[in-house]
């Protein structure tokens, strides 16, 4: 059972009892519950102090802030999947994260403290440079998400830091293609096996002036390289068949060699080789599968 709980009633207290005790945020606790349950019907048995933040409406926000979308650590997948002015990729990831039940209660805090390789969120939203803010009684600090989460299970959270925010970049132009794909046991209501998001934006003679993906539960935390996309970046959509061996050979390097290889790198290719593909027929605007 949970030996110490806390239920503040506003962030600067949230923040106060994070530095005083080191209790530990739940939010959602979608995750945290199902990682400490003991059984049906009885209470969850945590090793530390736990401080409930669900009701912190501080935390609940999605807006416009100069270029940036800006998303509240409290804020639910359902709300975020329900709101046009998310990024499209991440809408998508949010709306295919389990049963809608779950995503009335799961948060996007939640779902990038957690530091699971298999979590749906951080994917689109490495992939688009997200920040996290983070802030605590003295302060606050920012730094990209892709630098927050270091490992399985693991994030550069401090003992009395809470997530404030999450920050996405929005495009100086829309994509010409954005593409979220999750492979998992069931169509729905499954942990990712595998998952991968793209999106490439396009000049008007063909160019490609950006291209980025990410891929999530193929190694211990997101995989992403700046490098290998540049194998793309400047060349014409005309190009891509030439090209694409090479990118996927680099692209399959920086995917970890261990749990499942031949699946994951196999599957990986053909996601990745279906949605260039796609590019460079000419198919326009959002692929889904």
């Known amino acids: 059972m949970v030996e110490t709980s806390y239920i503040p009633q506003t962030l600067e207290e949230a923040l106060r009892i994070r530095k005083e005790t080191g209790a530990k945020p739940l939010a959602g606790g979608t995750d945290l519950m199902v990682m400490h349950r003991r059984g049906t019907g009885v209470v969850p048995s945590f090793p530390w102090p736990v401080m409930i933040i669900s009701s912190l409406e501080e935390l609940k926000y999605i807006r416009r802030e100069g270029d940036d979308i800006v998303i509240g650590s409290g804020t639910t997948c359902h709300a975020i999947e329900d709101d046009p002015s998310v990024p499209y990729a991440v809408r998508t990831a949010a709306s295919l994260m389990g049963a809608e039940s779950l995503r009335n209660l799961a948060t996007i805090g939640g779902n990038v403290c957690n530091a699971s390789p298999k979590a749906d969120l951080p994917v689109p939203l490495i992939m688009m440079d997200a920040k996290v803010t983070l802030v605590?009684?003295?302060?606050?600090?920012?730094?990209?998400?892709?630098?927050?989460?270091?490992?399985?299970?693991?994030?550069?959270?401090?003992?009395?830091?809470?997530?404030?925010?999450?920050?996405?970049?929005?495009?100086?132009?829309?994509?010409?293609?954005?593409?979220?794909?999750?492979?998992?046991?069931?169509?729905?209501?499954?942990?990712?096996?595998?998952?991968?998001?793209?999106?490439?934006?396009?000049?008007?003679?063909?160019?490609?002036?950006?291209?980025?993906?990410?891929?999530?539960?193929?190694?211990?935390?997101?995989?992403?390289?700046?490098?290998?996309?540049?194998?793309?970046?400047?060349?014409?959509?005309?190009?891509?068949?030439?090209?694409?061996?090479?990118?996927?050979?680099?692209?399959?390097?920086?995917?970890?060699?261990?749990?499942?290889?031949?699946?994951?790198?196999?599957?990986?290719?053909?996601?990745?080789?279906?949605?260039?593909?796609?590019?460079?027929?000419?198919?326009?605007?959002?692929?889904?599968?």
């Open 136 to 289: 605590s009684a003295t302060g606050s600090r920012t730094l990209l998400l892709d630098e927050f989460i270091t490992g399985p299970k693991e994030t550069d959270l401090k003992d009395d830091e809470l997530l404030l925010e999450v920050r996405i970049p929005l495009p100086e132009k829309d994509y010409s293609h954005v593409w979220y794909r999750k492979i998992g046991t069931r169509k729905a209501n499954a942990i990712s096996k595998l998952s991968l998001s793209a999106a490439v934006t396009l000049d008007a003679d063909g160019f490609i002036k950006d291209f980025r993906s990410a891929n999530g539960a193929s190694g211990p935390k997101v995989a992403r390289s700046t490098e290998v996309e540049k194998i793309l970046e400047g060349k014409n959509v005309t190009e891509i068949p030439s090209v694409l061996e090479q990118f996927l050979d680099a692209y399959d390097a920086i995917l970890s060699p261990h749990a499942m290889p031949t699946y994951r790198r196999l599957s990986t290719r053909r996601m990745l080789a279906h949605f260039l593909t796609e590019v460079a027929s000419g198919t326009q605007n959002m692929i889904v599968t």
